[in-house]
């Protein structure tokens, strides 16, 4: 079983439609969660952290739920600019070892 | 953020040679960089961590002596892929950190897209 699973899409939404990705993580001992973002042959870039509170970024919203272990990213309002990659990413208490996710794919159509 | 540069970005080889890729932090000391790679569709894995002035440690399944990982500097690290192969085609990217706190963010380079023939 791999350490951190997602759906892998596509996810195919029109714009200004809203957007929900769950991951789900099985080392209970994972400490600091993250959302990033990786565009067709492109690095990943840091879309943002996930606190366990949950936490909002313009039109993202990411949440945690450390008792059934897995993280959500919400998108509202959707451009055509959100179409990349998803990666779910899990860091492990006391390590700088990140843990990537294969990825959710959304496409956003006009 | 801070900026990371990769050298080259792309690479064709034939098979049996090596290939070095190298990790720049352009405007930070790099106490730690990672090396992943990607293969299609599949998600990044980390194939091994380098602290400056000492040796990689690798992650199970990566052959050392095949990934030569050196870390010399504060703001270079290099990767050779030594006697390449066709299955060694892949998306190398590197990453980096400073400092001890783990919550650190790591930047991560544009990449080197790898074709071995």
């Known amino acids: 079983r791999k350490e951190v699973e997602q759906d892998p899409g596509p996810f195919n939404v029109p714009e200004g439609a809203t957007v929900a990705f769950n991951c789900t993580y099985s080392n209970s001992a994972s400490q600091s969660f993250f959302w990033y973002r990786q565009d067709c042959r492109k690095e990943p870039k840091l879309l943002m952290s996930v606190y366990s509170s949950g936490n909002e970024d313009g039109r993202f919203t990411a949440q945690l739920n450390r008792a059934s272990q897995y993280i959500s990213l919400l998108i509202r309002d959707s451009k055509l600019s959100d179409s990349a990659t998803y990666l779910c990413v899990v860091r492990r208490d006391s390590s700088y070892k990140l843990i990537f996710g294969s990825g959710t794919r959304l496409l956003v159509r006009p | 953020g801070a900026v990371v540069s990769q050298h080259p970005s792309r690479v064709i080889c034939k098979s049996g040679t090596s290939v070095k890729i190298e990790c720049r932090s352009l405007d930070f000391q790099a106490t730690t960089m990672f090396w992943y790679r990607q293969f299609p569709k599949k998600s990044l894995m980390l194939m091994a961590t380098s602290n400056e002035g000492s040796k990689a440690t690798y992650e199970q399944g990566v052959e050392k002596d095949k990934f030569l990982i050196n870390h010399a500097s504060l703001t270079l690290s290099t990767l050779t892929v030594t006697s390449a192969h066709p299955e060694d085609s892949s998306f190398y990217i590197c990453?980096?950190?400073?400092?001890?706190?783990?919550?650190?963010?790591?930047?991560f380079g544009p990449g080197t897209r790898l074709t071995v023939l």
């Open positions: 990453s980096a950190r400073s400092g001890t706190n783990f919550d650190n963010e790591q930047f």
